[in-house]
């Protein structure tokens, strides 16, 4: 069987990101500013959706062809298979009914997060819907393509070490870079873990498993090891919504890492509660390069209203430093746009950005995903429901006391004021660019040691050999958890 993955990169869309429902980029506001910012968005050429890569393995395993279209139809194909994001369903919509015109026999598949969520956007095609995770298809395929015009329930995998490595070959994987969280390339996604157990009403994560289940260390490390040795991958994305929930997994992966011979950077996003300085030091020392986390607003009432379970502002601003002390990137999301959000506190938002000082902001504007318990919630105060605005960077959502044109004024104004400012520059000189910390330029001063040498101020020590890396590490996991797991997260009391 001849199997076409069919995708699209219009719109800027990176359709990993926002569980699955894809994101845009920074728009051109016509502004110089504007088109400065937005060149540092778009020099990246970020990895095809890692559910592809997945699917590739999967059918070449079940002994099909498969092929790679991006924008273009392929015709005489057997399968075609489509996973939507948010902002492009109305061009996937078009690419299906051209595909089924050009070949009426063909089946075609629609996979992904935005297929779970909306079934119902694709009824009037005549396609098999696979709602859950479609990397089931290595053992349902017989059973989900005998349902043509079908939507087809396959629910979530409970061993992820059961799934063949991701195939990057049919992607040109070669060109994939992400320069805000490393230096080397080409750039791999990879994952430790999937689900997340927090309660953001408004997280798209949650969409398709609210659990968090691991892979096994030693098989993570063996995918690295063989992303490097087939496509010459030198840094690694993880794309875990709460990497590091097991502390004694992240330890065993450092170890594994530390072993390696070849030298790889690395990337996480996670929880500052996750994220111990302990933990922040076993990382660093086996090339974690950059860490995503979601700050979203210092109002702590407004994350309460919302599910998530806020965490102390001196705790936030004491972790940017000791990532920066360490030669950590962070990547900071702070959110704008809530339906209660007034310009006093939008610009809040914006100066607790700048009393943080992550080395990228990204400020987003709270976006209303289908599926969400958000979504219902506000659904009265949704002005567009034109799917292509939902990139992240387009209000689309009423607030009480702004008008959408007066938030995007806001937003713009967000990413301006933070990036050109001369302290911007002097704090991030050598997160920027390594080179120049090498020479001691623009170093941050080392945070200050206390009597506590594991506590939040302590100072990084020096670069360590693997072998003192795997004791530290053995040492660490034999003590056992000294954070909160990711359940106690979600059980902690208001206020906590």
Not at 140 to 149: H, I, T
Request: glycine content about 8%; overall charge positive; charged content about 30%.
């Amino acid at each position: 069987m001849h199997v076409v993955l069919w995708d699209t990169r219009k719109r800027d869309v990176s359709k990993d990101f926002a569980g699955g429902m894809g994101i845009g980029q920074y728009p051109d506001r016509g502004a110089v500013r504007d088109k400065i910012i937005r060149y540092f968005f778009r020099r990246d050429r970020r990895p095809v959706a890692l559910l592809f890569a997945h699917l590739a393995a999967i059918f070449r395993r079940l002994g099909h062809g498969v092929e790679y279209a991006e924008d273009r139809i392929v015709p005489g194909a057997d399968l075609y298979v489509f996973n939507p994001s948010l902002i492009t369903l109305d061009l996937e919509r078009g690419a299906i009914a051209e595909v089924l015109r050009a070949n009426p026999a063909a089946r075609v598949l629609v996979v992904g997060t935005v297929a779970s969520v909306m079934p119902e956007a694709f009824a009037d095609l005549g396609v098999t819907v696979v709602k859950g995770e479609a990397e089931q298809l290595l053992w349902k395929l017989d059973e989900v393509l005998a349902r043509p015009g079908a939507t087809v329930q396959l629910g979530v995998i409970e061993d992820l070490d059961a799934l063949p490595f991701p195939d990057w070959s049919p992607f040109a994987p070669r060109r994939f870079r992400i320069g805000y969280d490393f230096w080397k390339f080409p750039t791999a996604l990879i994952q430790q873990s999937r689900g997340c157990t927090l309660k953001c009403n408004y997280c798209p994560y949650l969409l398709l498993d609210g659990g968090n289940r691991l892979r096994n260390p030693e098989a993570v490390v063996d995918e690295i090891r063989h992303d490097i040795r087939h496509w010459g991958f030198r840094s690694f994305k993880f794309r875990d919504p709460l990497f590091g929930a097991d502390r004694k997994n992240v330890f065993r992966l450092a170890e594994l890492i530390a072993r390696m011979p070849e030298k790889i950077q690395f990337s996480i996003e996670t929880r500052i509660d996750l994220m111990r300085p302990e933990v922040l030091r076993v990382l660093k020392r086996v090339g974690l390069t950059s860490i995503t986390v979601g700050i979203e607003t210092p109002d702590d009432e407004t994350l309460r209203r919302y599910h998530r379970a806020p965490i102390k502002e001196d705790r936030q601003a004491e972790f940017i430093r000791l990532c920066r002390a360490m030669g950590i990137r962070t990547v900071a999301g702070f959110l704008i746009g809530f339906p209660e959000d007034t310009e006093r506190s939008i610009r809040s938002v914006l100066a607790y950005a700048k009393t943080v000082g992550p080395t990228f902001a990204n400020f987003n504007v709270l976006t209303p995903y289908p599926g969400t318990e958000f979504f219902e919630q506000v659904k009265d105060q949704i002005a567009d429901f034109d799917f292509s605005h939902y990139d992240v960077y387009t209000p689309v959502m009423k607030c009480r006391d702004l008008s959408i044109e007066r938030v995007a004024e806001l937003h713009a104004k967000c990413f301006r004021h933070y990036y050109f400012r001369w302290r911007y520059l002097r704090d991030n000189a050598h997160l920027l660019q390594p080179a120049l910390g090498r020479l001691g330029i623009g170093r941050a001063k080392p945070v200050a040691p206390t009597a506590d040498a594991d506590g939040p101020h302590a100072t990084p020590a020096g670069p360590k050999s693997g072998l003192e890396i795997l004791d530290e590490s053995r040492r660490l996991r034999a003590d056992g958890p000294h954070s909160r797991s990711a359940k106690d997260l979600t059980e902690r009391k208001p206020g906590e």
